[in-house]
């Protein structure tokens, strides 16, 4: 969004240093609150189901709109965790103000919020505790109406990716940040209960992995997601269905 937070953006998730930006963006850029349109959604998922190479109407809904969900996280998480744990300033990503771009595969790209709300000096009282109910949860409902998924299966995919990123910023770093630490669950206490960023991940073997799978490998070439992938060789998947 700034040099400052691109910047700041680790060599290793350079991938996404891009993934916010200030302006109106291209012609595949939709308003996120376009999407509450049943016709707007499925026009993005068949572009993303298309650029997978799958032939349209052949996969399980679930699977596909958990896995679009997850390039979808991406992008948004690591310019706002880097802006929230090595800046201490929250980015303006209201779901209902901000805007997507999809690539030419119709991946989900990068996220573009209106100028004036970039101008606007950053609230430091807001943290990651604003995207989720701000941006997060709007986005998790919005999923499972499209689709009828397990709101905890899109709460675990948001999970991984912004815990994956704020190991990447560095565990101290990310630590010094209370209000991050707790709602990614690296402190516990009550707040963490309540928080569903918190609770989509478990310790396991020394490591974290996700409560409920991701659905991923039902989607033909696509593999599981290895070691965090609760579900034993074998097993069943948890989660799958609606809660």
């Known amino acids: 969004m700034t040099p400052e937070i691109a910047a700041a953006v680790p060599a290793s998730l350079g991938t996404y240093r891009e993934g916010v930006a200030a302006g109106p963006g291209g012609p595949r850029a939709t308003p996120l609150a376009a999407l509450h349109d049943p016709a707007v959604f499925d026009a993005a998922l068949a572009a993303f189901e298309a650029g997978l190479g799958v032939a349209p109407g052949t996969t399980d809904r679930r699977a596909l709109v958990s896995y679009w969900s997850q390039f979808y996280l991406a992008p948004l998480a690591t310019p706002a965790m880097t802006a929230l744990v090595r800046l201490g300033q929250p980015l303006p990503l209201a ?14 790209a990068r996220f573009l919020v209106q100028p004036e ?9 807001a943290g990651l505790g604003a995207l989720v109910d701000d941006h997060l949860r709007p986005f998790v409902e919005l999923c499972r109406a499209r689709c ?22 560095g565990e101290p770093e990310t630590l010094a940040c209370p209000e991050v630490a707790t709602c990614l669950g690296w402190c516990g206490g009550p707040p963490c209960a309540r928080n569903p960023l918190a609770q989509a991940l478990c310790a396991a073997g020394g490591s ?3 409560r409920v799978c991701c659905l991923r490998q039902r989607l033909p070439g696509v593999p599981s997601c290895g070691a965090l992938c609760p579900v034993k060789e074998g097993g069943s998947c948890c989660g799958a269905a609606a809660s």
């Open 117 to 125: 709300a970039a101008r606007c000096p950053p609230c430091r009282s």
């Open 95 to 108: 779901f209902e103000t901000t805007s997507l771009e999809l690539d030419e595969a119709g991946r989900p």
């Open 208 to 210: 974290r992995r996700r």
């Open 148 to 169: 009828g998924i397990a709101p905890r299966v899109i709460w675990g995919n948001a999970a991984v990716i912004l815990d994956y990123v704020a190991r990447e910023l």
